[in-house]
């Protein structure tokens, strides 16, 4: 069966780091395009980052609210991505999806909370 | 967002609730219509603009005519009240901002 499970999310503090995992099966992540999602309490959804296949350069880019803090990288050996979140913000409390397209139906995780509060 | 969605939409039950979503890119990509109801996790209803997974009723139903795809809910009931989400596949991903069904 191909899914991806989160992990990683907690409370952390203003200005704090945090580091998300998507971990994959029934398929090699570095083959695939892989977005990383979020939804604050009461918003929409949101679209943080992705990176691209390996066979597509694995280019990584960011949304502008997060760009220079998040950092998506891959360990092709556990066949997991990661989100590192360094200088985090109140704003970005959120529940945290990893996603990826495919032809049919897009593998989307369970989702992770992270809560940046003081 | 990318992708342009009403904020609301009321239907009595028993009436076709239709919700829109909007975009250029649209001509190019297939849609997917997320349900989301209140402290769940949101639940894939249509993919490829009308498809539907397994589980899910052929009330729901899907359209795409240029660079409009409508998500379309007949004979609406008080369950479907809950907050649609359409999203895209571009070089990331791309979403609406969402639309609340009241049925009432």
């Known amino acids: 069966e191909v899914q991806l499970v989160e992990s990683g999310g907690g409370l952390v503090k203003p200005g704090g780091s945090l580091r998300l995992s998507c971990a994959a099966s029934?398929?090699?992540?570095?083959?695939?395009?892989v977005n990383w999602v979020r939804q604050a309490p009461g918003k929409g959804l949101e679209w943080v980052g992705r990176?691209?296949?390996?066979?597509?350069?694995?280019?990584?880019d960011y949304a502008a609210p997060v760009e220079g803090r998040f950092t998506i990288s891959r360990d092709d050996s556990k066949n997991t991505l990661y989100l590192d979140m360094n200088s985090l913000k109140t704003e970005d409390t959120a529940l945290y999806y990893c996603?990826?397209?495919?032809?049919?139906?897009?593998?989307w995780g369970q989702g992770t909370t992270v809560t940046v509060s003081s | 967002y990318e992708l342009t969605q009403p904020s609301s939409v009321s239907v009595s039950p028993g009436q076709t609730a239709r919700i829109p979503c909007s975009g250029d890119?649209?001509?190019?990509?297939?849609v997917r219509w997320f349900r989301q109801k209140p402290g769940q996790a949101p639940v894939l209803i249509i993919y490829k603009d009308s498809e539907r997974p397994s589980g899910i009723p052929e009330r729901i139903s899907g359209s795409s005519s240029g660079t409009t795809v409508t998500l379309t809910i007949s004979g609406a009931q008080i369950e479907d009240e809950a907050d649609y989400y359409c999203?895209?596949?571009?070089?990331?991903?791309?979403f609406g901002g969402g639309t609340k069904l009241t049925v009432l």
């Open positions: 990176i691209k296949s390996k066979t597509d350069d694995g280019t990584v």
């Open positions: 890119v649209l001509t190019k990509r297939y």
């Open positions: 996603a990826t397209p495919t032809t049919e139906m897009d593998v």
């Open positions: 029934g398929f090699i992540i570095s083959n695939a395009w």
């Open positions: 999203y895209s596949a571009t070089d990331h991903f791309i």
